[in-house]
């Protein structure tokens, strides 16, 4: 028996002139991301994405999972073909859901007949699928209202298809529909998170992480290119710079309050991440600052570091509970390696009593007393930039 997938889309149906962009953008994606599994082929048509594998031998299972992962997909499921005639359509769905039925104690029908022309209207086509159903299956019972089993046969132009489950999609917007934006990364568990809910709003994500050796290690390092490769897997490739913070944390240490010392340096990551904006043209930056977790993230320690951007900076974790942020770094599979207990330049050189009420010009004075400038210019010269592929 033929076997494809139907992809139903979300919030794209709602796009109106313009959907057929974001629907372009979803069949590229998940062109890109089956790729690896076999050769498919992917059309639209009547706000459904059909996905036919060319040989029998591609493991749809291993399709499934990668669907799991396209942003901008609701819902799929796997259904099988077969012809408009409804003889033909009793037999396949007797066959096709032989490992399913058995095993089910309650079921309906649900009819959709995209194709007016077909000889049999939705409730007629639902009671005699049904009924053949039963006749196959004595044991099931018919549930209208809280079924176990929902068999579902939709009627479209070139064929019907039947199928019984429906498998939930990562929803959202198509990686890539709303631009770009520059994660700045750490090795904790908030940032990776921060990453992914952009993503699922389209954007697409690169990465800048800030090391300080021999403050941190080259572990550490190797534990935030993991957590970008799990975020690749919903991001796409990720465009991964390495900036080297070392001589200015130790500038900072040196010559700044140690009240300020997390701040400042929060500052100076913005305006080497704003740099890197600028010359590739990415529009906006995301870190996963939560509101009132840490001291650098007071409503008055964020005013004080969003003050040197000059773009859009996205928080998308601000106002939520570090349970909430931790079931979702579950979810992504990024909370067991984030906390792996290498260190990160984020707490090196953190102060004893860091300033959670700091006054924009308090902290502009002191940035000030030290000429930062050639530190800066010499990170940014030496970042290292590297593609984590999906």
């Not at 796997?78 to 409804?86: F, G, I, M, N, Y």
């Not at 568990?189 to 403050?215: C, E, N, Q, T, W």
């Not at 001291?295 to 900076?313: C, E, G, K, L, M």
Request: one cysteine or more.
């Amino acid at each position: 028996m033929k076997e494809i997938i139907l992809v139903k889309n979300g919030e794209i149906a709602l796009k109106g002139l313009n959907r057929h962009t974001f629907e372009d953008a979803l069949v590229k994606n998940i062109r890109w991301r089956l790729r690896k599994i076999g050769k498919f082929q992917i059309k639209k048509a009547q706000s459904t994405i059909y996905i036919t594998p060319e040989n029998e031998q591609v493991d749809l299972d291993e399709a499934c999972d990668a669907l799991k992962k396209v942003f901008g997909i609701a819902a799929f499921s796997r259904s099988v073909v077969t012809q408009k005639d409804l003889e033909v359509i009793k037999t396949d769905a007797i066959e096709y859901l032989k490992d399913l039925l058995p095993y089910t104690k309650t079921f309906k029908v649900a009819a959709k007949r995209a194709d007016k022309r077909f000889p049999y209207q939705s409730p007629d086509l639902q009671r005699e699928l049904g009924g053949a159903l039963l006749d196959a299956y004595p044991h099931l019972k018919v549930d209208v209202h809280n079924p176990e089993v929902t068999v579902t046969v939709e009627i479209r132009e070139e064929s019907a298809y039947v199928h019984a489950k429906v498998i939930q999609g990562a929803g959202g917007m198509p990686v890539g529909t709303s631009g770009e934006g520059l994660l700045l990364v750490s090795g904790g568990i908030d940032s990776p998170v921060a990453g992914y809910m952009m993503a699922r709003r389209g954007l697409k994500m690169s990465a800048m992480h800030f090391i300080s050796p021999p403050y941190t290690s080259d572990r550490a390092l190797q534990k935030v290119e993991t957590l970008c490769e799990k975020l690749s897997d919903y991001s796409g490739d990720i465009v991964f710079y390495c900036v080297p913070f070392t001589k200015l944390q130790e500038a900072i240490r040196d010559n700044c309050p140690e009240e300020l010392f997390t701040i400042i340096m929060r500052r100076l990551m913005m305006e080497i991440a704003i740099r890197f904006a600028e010359r590739e043209n990415i529009p906006c930056l995301v870190t996963g600052e939560s509101l009132a977790q840490v001291a650098s993230q007071t409503v008055y320690a964020i005013a004080t570091t969003n003050a040197v951007a000059d773009r859009p900076v996205f928080r998308p974790l601000i106002g939520m509970d570090k349970n909430d942020i931790i079931a979702i770094a579950r979810q992504i599979d990024t909370f067991e390696t984030s906390i792996l207990p290498y260190e990160d330049c984020c707490t090196v050189f953190t102060p004893k009593r860091p300033k959670t009420k700091p006054t924009l010009k308090y902290v502009e004075e002191s940035q000030a007393a030290f000429d930062f400038e050639p530190l800066l210019a010499d990170a940014v010269d030496n970042t290292i930039i590297k593609t984590i592929k999906m």
